[in-house]
T-cell receptor, first 113, second 114 residues
Framework: AQSVTQPDIHITVSEGASLELRCNYS??????LFWYVQSPGQGLQLLLK??????LVQGIKGFEAEFKRSQSSFNLRKPSVHWSDAAEYFC???????????FGTGTRLTIIP | EAGVAQSPRYKIIEKRQSVAFWCNPI?????LYWYQQILGQGPKLLIQ????????DSQLPKDRFSAERLKGVDSTLKIQPAKLEDSAVYLC????????????FGSGTRLTVV
């Protein structure tokens, strides 16, 4: 069965600094990978997704992620964070056949001035 | 297009009471999911419907949780009787053709059991 690990429970970054959130997955074949963001009291908003092709994918709000098969990773990056980026970030994987999303435990991002 | 609609937004009940949540997916989406998100954790799939049939309910506590999707459109998730550990946000999501289409989530229902 597929699984997702987000090793960082909480990350604090200064506004304007760069950001990288880590995500590792476990699955035998090429997975479909997603990053979602959740603001307090809100549902999940899709930032970006990877299915195949170019391993560097661009998303909304200036986010990008890179798929590295050799490392089973799909890390999320942003060159310069804004205070509005403070939220919970979830990495998720979907696999062929069951078409369901399996989520990691999330990383809470705090932005300091 | 309209998003995934869920109601109510918040619900507070006492343990052993019953509660129901409603979800209306994006029009035309065949697949509907219910997730449970306990505070500090990632969402966990409870049940997956394809049209009005159940695809996966392996994580649904069937002694107290039930769900239906009549006519393959909107869906209801029920808990009876509720326990303290059921306090969570219940998220509904829908998808047109599964992972290739992506998944759209509703705003969720926050349940507090006291």
């Amino acid at each position: 069965a597929q699984s997702v690990t987000q090793p960082d429970i909480h990350i604090t970054v200064s506004e304007g600094a760069s950001l990288e959130l880590r995500c590792n997955y476990s699955y035998g074949a090429t997975p479909y990978l997603f990053w979602y963001v959740q603001s307090p009291g809100q549902g999940l908003q899709l930032l970006l997704k990877y299915f195949s092709g170019d391993t560097l994918v661009q998303g909304i709000k200036g986010f990008e992620a890179e798929f590295k098969r050799s490392q089973s990773s799909f890390n999320l990056r942003k060159p310069s964070v804004h205070w509005s980026d403070a939220a919970e970030y979830f990495c998720a994987v979907a696999t062929f056949g069951n078409e369901k999303l399996t989520f990691g435990t999330g990383t809470r991002l705090t932005i300091i001035p | 297009e309209a998003g995934v609609a869920q109601s109510p937004r918040y619900k507070i009940i006492e343990k052993r009471q019953s509660v129901a949540f409603w979800c209306n997916p994006i029009s035309g989406h065949a697949t509907l999911y219910w997730y449970q998100q306990i505070l500090g954790q990632g969402p966990k799939l409870l049940i997956q419907f394809q049209n009005n049939g159940v695809v996966d309910d392996s994580q649904l506590p069937k002694d107290r949780f039930s769900a239906e999707r009549l006519k393959g459109v909107d869906s209801t998730l029920k808990i009876q009787p509720a326990k303290l550990e059921d306090s969570a946000v219940y998220l509904c999501a829908s998808s047109g053709r599964g992972r290739s289409d992506g998944y759209t989530f509703g705003s969720g229902t926050r349940l507090t059991v006291v």
